[in-house]
T-cell receptor, first 116, second 109 residues
Framework: GAVVSQHPSRVICKSGTSVKIECRSL??????MFWYRQFPKKSLMLMAT?????????EQGVEKDKFLINHASLTLSTLTVTSAHPEDSSFYIC????????????FGPGTRLLVL | GQNIDQPTEMTATEGAIVQINCTYQ??????LFWYQQHAGEAPTFLSY??LDGLEEKGRFSSFLSRSKGYSYLLLKELQMKDSASYLC??????????WGAGTKLIIKP
């Protein structure tokens, strides 16, 4: 299957700082990328959907000024958590899809964020 | 509404067969996905069904009945490494995935 990478895999930061997470599709062009958040023992929560070259669409309740998403190319999307707080600590997972909306989403390995 | 229901936890024995059920309710349907997620890791794709019937892929099979809003994932010849959470996700009319909470599968020797 298609490969999606994420970097970093783990990050610890101080409260008030910003953290950038990268998501790359390694062997296909990802016209659409998704950012999810997952709390322990909970299902995946979609945060936003981004299409290459256009603004991301955020789900209700997700602050777009806090979670900045950039999908600058067909293989790279970034999520920046600005002014991070301890409640932002979570497992952030990206997924990427090639082409048609019915195409399978392939997930990156996830980034575990801990804000102290 | 768009409710995805699947059992919270199941236990099975190594070498046996287990069936994980998933029911969904939606006004629009564009397919049903199953993903496997090991603890602390991201989900990995297992199967996709959009037409009724059984899709077999090695030890794993997935079944769909659109009229009943029902799917199951069948795992044969269970191995200890199959211990994981299995997520059912329905693709709605907007092509968004609606996720179930996952079924934690525990394999015992």
């Amino acid at each position: 299957g298609a490969v999606v990478s994420q970097h970093p895999s783990r990050v610890i930061c101080k409260s008030g700082t910003s953290v950038k997470i990268e998501c790359r599709s390694l062997d296909f062009q990802a016209t659409t990328m998704f950012w999810y958040r997952q709390f322990p023992k909970k299902s995946l929560m979609l945060m936003a959907t981004s299409n290459e070259g256009s603004k991301a669409t955020y789900e209700q309740g997700v602050e777009k000024d806090k979670f900045l998403i950039n999908h600058a190319s067909l293989t790279l999307s970034t999520l920046t958590v600005t002014s991070a707080h301890p409640e932002d600590s979570s497992f952030y997972i990206c997924s990427a899809r090639d082409g048609d909306p019915q195409e399978t989403q392939y997930f990156g390995p996830g980034t575990r964020l801990l804000v102290l | 509404g768009q409710n995805i229901d699947q059992p919270t936890e199941m236990t099975a024995t190594e070498g046996a067969i287990v069936q994980i059920n998933c029911t969904y309710q939606t006004s629009g349907f564009n397919g049903l996905f199953w993903y496997q997620q090991h603890a602390g890791e991201a989900p990995t794709f297992l199967s996709y069904n959009v037409l009724d019937g059984l899709e077999e892929k090695g030890r794993f099979s997935s079944f769909l009945s659109r009229s009943k809003g029902y799917s199951y994932l069948l795992l044969k010849e269970l191995q200890m490494k199959d211990s994981a959470s299995y997520l059912c996700a329905e693709m709605d009319s907007n092509y968004q995935l609606i996720w179930g909470a996952g079924t934690k599968l525990i394999i015992k020797p």
